[in-house]
């Protein structure tokens, strides 16, 4: 057989690759000494085998042909395949591209594509004016300039953007002090040669909804140095879009900044977005900077009723009420935020409010989940027993409260009301199930109770046809819970017997490492 160790030709073949991975798997099944020995070299599960292992996978086997290559999975050795049959040009322009990525938030495959892009070939940083764009050569633009100083103002280049939407929209300042300086020293060579700091760009994503460079400074690349040049330079802070995706990022200085320039907040659903991270910080800026906090966006009542769907504590609560929240108001299925409260269990909630003269009369279901949220299984089960057809009769409110709750991981709760009869194979329109969305959040704790109540663990949800274990592996490289605990997740459900067949190798980093572990295929096992 051929060495350990190889090196790819210059235009590496795919199927070659595979047909490759299969040889070395059939001579595993041979019983072959030399394919043993690359097990143990190559494959981290098995450094120490003294025989083939009987449950050896194709997938083992495209991991181990990776590992031979130099490449740490069979994922990067087919980019790599990938990259190296594009003509320079071709991967000139996905660099590009990949390094001004629209997605806002804690998004960043492509900006990783793009930073192994440039490990891999610094060459790009040389070839061209759209790279010295996005990397900060600032020297570079500024020759471009003087060549033509029509450029500033053209659409052009691999995102068929004007100059400024690439530079605010690069997240390399990340990489080092230099870099961010350059891409500021490019903003204002083109801001100085007439660059419209407002100027508009469609994405197939979002094609009704033209984006703009702030965006990309406070609600992509969370730059605020850019984002305060760009406000400098008379950039509209009302682009319906960068305060509510600054709210985002794991600080607040874009939103703070946004704000101190006089950014609305009516309007724009911040308020509501806010809920959707843990503290108190970005409501009270928001409130104290104008939000309405009687403002109804959407189908789930005032932000009152928002913040305890979320899960928010009587701090954000009496904040709301501080600057107006109306205690009294009604959403459209006629709950108070009183009921809202017992509703999701939260009686410290409640009690704030009822101690506000909020209180009012409760429904059975209010009762029962009351008790549970207190931990008072035979509560609630004397709800149930007092009520007749308790759970027939539960509106639809009442039941989305349940898979609500699996998204907040409140496991003591839903676990109570499991034990308190409620019905656990209850889904969404789409047969997403309460153990979906603990998987997407990453929710060990709640995915434990529902699991050890019989929670069905190969349930598929009839949009992408993904299990429990495909969501959480899933979240955990997508808009990851930054309190979830994915690896504990993703380990608990192989220990319940998770099938990984459908399930190809891939989130974050060690959970990309348990479904190696586990057998899941690297990619199509052909």
């Known amino acids: 057989m051929p060495p350990s160790q190889q090196q790819l030709p210059s235009r590496p073949n795919l199927d070659q690759l595979r047909k490759q991975a299969k040889d070395l798997f059939a001579a595993w099944r041979a019983g072959d000494s030399d394919a043993l020995s690359w097990l143990r070299e190559h494959h981290p599960e098995h450094a120490t085998a003294e025989s083939l292992p009987a449950d050896l996978r194709l997938s083992d086997a495209q991991l181990v042909t990776a590992r031979r290559y130099g490449f740490p999975s069979w994922p990067r050795l087919k980019e790599e395949v990938e990259l190296a049959n594009l003509k320079f040009e071709q991967r000139v322009s996905l660099f590009v591209r990949s390094a001004v990525d629209a997605s806002t938030g804690p998004v960043d495959g492509s900006f990783l594509l793009a930073k192994r892009m440039l490990a891999r070939e610094p060459a790009l940083a040389r070839s061209g004016v759209y790279t010295a764009l996005v990397l900060g050569d600032a020297e570079a633009v500024r020759r471009q300039i003087a060549a033509d100083p029509d450029w500033v103002r053209t659409a052009g280049g691999p995102a068929k953007r004007q100059p400024l939407s690439y530079v605010t929209y690069s997240k390399f300042h ?16 083109l801001l100085d040669h007439g660059a419209d700091p407002d100027v508009p760009f469609l994405v197939p994503d979002w094609a009704d909804s ?27 802070t009302d682009d319906n879009e960068s305060v509510y995706h600054s709210l985002e990022h794991p600080d607040t200085r874009c939103l703070e ?35 309405d906090p009687n403002e109804e966006i959407g189908d789930n009542g005032p932000p009152l009723f928002v913040a305890i769907q979320k899960g928010h504590d009587r701090t954000v609560l009496e904040m709301l009420v501080a600057h107006g929240a109306d205690i009294h108001a009604r959403r459209a299925d006629g709950r108070s935020a009183w009921q809202v409260a017992l509703q999701h269990g939260q009686q410290e909630s409640a009690d704030v409010l009822a101690a506000l003269g ?10 029962f989940a009351a008790a549970c949220g207190q931990g008072d299984v035979d509560a609630a089960r004397r709800v149930v027993a007092e009520t007749p057809d308790f759970f027939a009769s539960l509106s639809h409110q009442d039941y989305a409260v349940f898979l609500r709750l699996a998204q907040l991981g409140k496991a003591e709760m839903i676990a109570a009301m499991i034990d308190g009869g409620f019905p656990l194979g209850l889904a969404g329109p789409l047969n997403q199930t309460a153990l979906h969305w603990a998987c997407w959040h990453g929710w060990r704790d709640t995915v434990e109770a529902l699991l050890s109540r019989g929670a069905e663990i190969e349930a598929k949800e009839k949009q992408w046809g993904g299990t429990p274990l495909g969501w959480a592996v899933h979240g955990s490289d997508n808009w990851p819970n930054p309190d979830g605990d994915y690896p504990g997740v993703v380990r608990l459900l192989l220990a319940r017997g998770a099938a990984v067949g459908g399930v190809q190798v891939g989130g974050s980093p060690e959970v990309a490492d348990l479904l190696r572990a586990a057998g899941a295929q690297e990619s199509e096992e052909e």
């Open 358 to 367: 909020a209180a009012g009369e409760a429904t059975p279901f209010e009762r």
């Open 210 to 236: 033209p984006l703009r460079p702030l965006l990309g400074a406070c609600g992509v690349a969370d730059f605020p140095a850019m984002a305060e040049l760009l406000l400098d330079r008379g950039a509209s």
């Open 174 to 189: 990340r990489d080092s002090a230099q870099t961010a300086e350059g891409l500021l020293a490019i903003a204002r060579l």
């Open 257 to 291: 900044l946004l704000l101190a320039r006089g950014a609305a907040t009516r309007g724009t659903n911040a308020l509501n977005h806010a809920f959707d991270r843990k503290g108190s910080e970005r409501v009270r800026l928001l409130l104290e900077h104008g939000a």
